[in-house]
């Protein structure tokens, strides 16, 4: 047999080092992790987070793992709750394709193991970029949301192979971590269909556990069903449905393409992905109305067909009765930045969603599948927003790039503005500064545990 998927992967995370990194992966891996603090201290009053980290607290790990706020635990269990933490909000990065993903997720199992096995700044970053690489030229080759199937599958194979270059493991070893990680962790899509529950912000964080699971298993010499891809039962044949070759990664033959991480958008407002260029719509809508919404008698969306079918067409989107529900509704989302003017953390408290002004705002809003956008994405996220006034009168804007996404980047400023937003409220300015000066400096890192107890 020719050379297998896994052991094309296998291959690459053992030979990636620091040196084939490009400056420009390098400064993006420092945005993320700042990026990703950010996120998680802003879901650290979320009841999920106090549920994780009380089952954490009852394992410990050796080495172990540190856990964001305070505690440790095995690496398997720091890495479920630093990266349920990351991922919470809805307001870390995402990765729009075939396949939509949220690769920063990735940096919980990174931290994790990197500081397990004691590793350095630049093993962190590299790591990192191996994980965005994995991910993301997955989500490019194929769909799993049209069978069904939710993105965190990827999870696990892009966190096993992290992990595993961490370990510093051999191919060999490599390739049975990742048929380990990828033969037991397919995910149902139905975490992110109807009402959302806790879970939604949990689901990445368990594929990661597992990924890192699965490393562990392979250090010590665990095989793994082979060819996991290419199996008369493996991946290509139940899942995915479909073979598939992933473009060449970064560095890999010579690829001129780059680093994937810098493909990827920072968000600038804590709502799913597929909503931000709706949100920036309504709040230039709204500046066209001088902030007076009285007038609004009807708000018509048209969007695409990832953002219909993942945001804009379920029921419980116009009334959400959960947080997970609110952050992933295209009619809330964007009736609340028409309505307040923005979309911010306090957007999904539960006293705003269910405040009957905005319930009944957001009841003036349809969602219209437009076919002449869909081809537009994932190049861009292309949502048209048009207001109906009482006295006749229509405003329309269109949004396809909004701010945070590639083709309109959010700034090392802007990063570090969202970063304070979050850490400064419960930290304080010194501490933050401290943080910001750790992670502007990552590659020269010497410490992960000093580094995550900053948030003790």
């Known amino acids: 047999m ?162 595993a270059r961490l370990m510093r493991l051999s191919p060999t070893k490599i390739t049975h971590a990742i048929g380990l990680a990828g033969v037991c962790n397919v995910a149902l899509r139905q975490t992110r269909s109807g009402e959302l529950s806790m879970w939604k912000g949990c689901a990445f964080a368990n594929a990661a556990r597992n990924g890192v699971f699965a490393a562990t298993l392979a250090a010590d010499g665990m095989s793994g069903p082979a060819p996991i891809f290419e199996g008369d039962l493996g991946f290509f044949q139940l899942v995915s449905r479909e073979p598939f070759v992933p473009a060449p990664f970064g560095s890999e033959s010579g690829n001129a393409d780059g680093f994937m991480i810098n493909k990827t958008y920072i968000k600038f407002w804590p709502a799913e992905y597929h909503s931000q260029s709706a949100i920036d719509a309504a709040i230039q809508l709204r500046t066209e109305l001088g902030g007076d919404v009285s007038g609004v008698t009807a708000i018509d969306i048209h969007t695409f067909e990832a953002s219909y079918n993942i945001i804009g067409k379920y029921k419980e989107a116009w009334a959400p009765k959960t947080r997970e529900t609110a952050d992933h509704s295209l009619p809330y989302c964007t009736a609340a930045a028409l309505f307040d003017g923005d979309v911010t953390l306090d957007t999904f408290d539960e006293k705003r969603f269910t405040d009957p002004a905005l319930v009944a705002f957001t009841g003036k809003v349809n969602v219209h599948l437009d076919d002449a956008l869909t081809p537009r994405y994932p190049r861009g996220i292309p949502n048209r927003i048009t207001v109906t006034l009482a006295d006749g009168r229509k405003l329309q804007k269109e949004v396809e790039f909004p701010r945070g996404h590639a083709g309109n980047p959010m700034t090392d400023a802007e990063v570090e503005t969202k970063f304070r937003g979050t850490v400064e409220p419960r930290y304080g300015k010194a501490r933050a500064d401290a943080i910001l000066a750790q992670c502007w400096d990552l590659e020269n890192l010497t410490s992960v545990t000093e580094l995550i107890r900053l948030f003790d």
């Open 2 to 163: 020719s050379q297998t998927l896994a052991d094309r992967l296998a291959h690459y995370a053992a030979g990636l080092t620091f040196e084939h990194l490009t400056r420009e992966a390098v400064h993006e891996t420092k945005r993320r992790v700042i990026d990703s603090f950010a996120t998680a201290v802003g879901a650290m009053p979320a009841e999920a987070y106090a549920i994780a980290r009380k089952c954490a607290a009852r394992v410990s790990g050796h080495p172990g793992a540190s856990i964001l706020g305070g505690g440790t635990s095995s690496p398997e269990w720091a890495t479920f709750v630093n990266g349920l933490l990351i991922r919470y909000l809805d307001f870390n990065d995402t990765y729009l394709a075939k396949e939509p993903a949220h690769p920063s997720d990735n940096l919980a199992p990174v931290f994790a193991v990197g500081e397990a096995v004691n590793a350095g700044g630049k093993d962190l970053i590299t790591g990192a970029v191996l994980a965005y690489e994995i991910q993301c030229r997955f989500c490019d080759a194929a769909s799993l949301r049209k069978h069904g199937v939710d993105h965190v599958t990827y999870g696990a194979i892009s966190s096993a192979a992290a992990a």
